[in-house]
């Protein structure tokens, strides 16, 4: 699975090129924590040992996609625009995780539950994956090659997304 800081970046690309459309943005601090935010919560299912289930779903993204649009979350100029970021930048997560290498059964992400609860894996892995062996070396030197080849991999898309969304302000 991804690191938070992978799916931190890709969160941000997503929200960002989803609210490019030349309209004046909340602050931008204000909204990239708010897209952050977003882009790793779905792994607060961790805490109740539901990983990769219903919180990493088509399902889950809606349901909060719906709240940031009704509560208008700062993350876009209206609420058709704070649905769309909300949800997209909701599902890079189940996605990135999907395309990351997963050998802990169940393998992959619950992506279109309430419709299936089925697992859906990519035999391609694009990710390398993360350890949770707190307080382990391994767990150090791991994590922080996965997320530096993450960044690596999501950082120039970014600075992409950033220069076009600049211009068009």
């Keep these: 699975m991804p690191s938070p800081i992978g799916h931190s970046l890709a969160g941000l690309a997503v929200g960002w090129a989803t609210n490019r459309a030349g309209r004046p943005l909340r602050p931008l601090v204000l909204q990239s924590v708010t897209l952050a935010a977003v882009s790793v919560a779905p ?4 805490l109740w040992d539901r990983h990769s289930r219903e919180t990493h779903s088509i399902g889950a993204a809606l349901i909060i996609a719906s709240l940031a ?69 391994e767990m150090w030197t791991r994590n922080f090659t996965a997320a530096m080849h993450e960044a690596a991999m999501i950082l120039p898309i970014l600075f992409v997304v950033w220069l076009v969304r600049r211009s068009d302000q």
């Design 43 to 46: 792994d607060l299912d961790l």
């Design 69 to 137: 649009a009704w509560r208008r979350w700062p993350i876009g100029a209206t609420r058709p625009r704070i649905f769309l970021a909300a949800l997209l930048v909701w599902l890079t997560h189940p996605l990135m995780d999907s395309f990351s290498i997963d050998n802990a059964p169940p393998v992959g992400v619950m992506l279109w539950w309430p419709f299936s609860t089925g697992f859906v894996h990519s035999a391609h892995a694009f990710f390398d994956p993360i350890s949770r062996s707190w307080g382990t070396t």
